[in-house]
């Protein structure tokens, strides 16, 4: 699978060298899996975090 033939959101930002080119159908597998996972549990904490520190900072 080729950078060219992927969706935009499947692509490695900063994957300047193509290194995704280069990986099996399971480690691009594995990759999806952790971003989903991030997206779904670690993105909102952080988000919230974030908000919090904006308003205890201003």
């Not at 670690?42 to 205890?56: D, E, K, N, Q, S």
């Amino acid at each position: 699978m080729t950078s060219a033939s992927l969706h935009p959101a499947d692509m490695l930002p900063g994957d300047f060298y193509g290194f995704q080119d280069e990986l099996s159908e399971q480690e691009s597998a594995s990759i999806r899996r952790l971003r989903d996972f991030l997206d779904r549990e670690v993105r909102p904490i952080a988000m919230t975090i974030g908000r919090v520190r904006r308003f205890l900072i201003t």
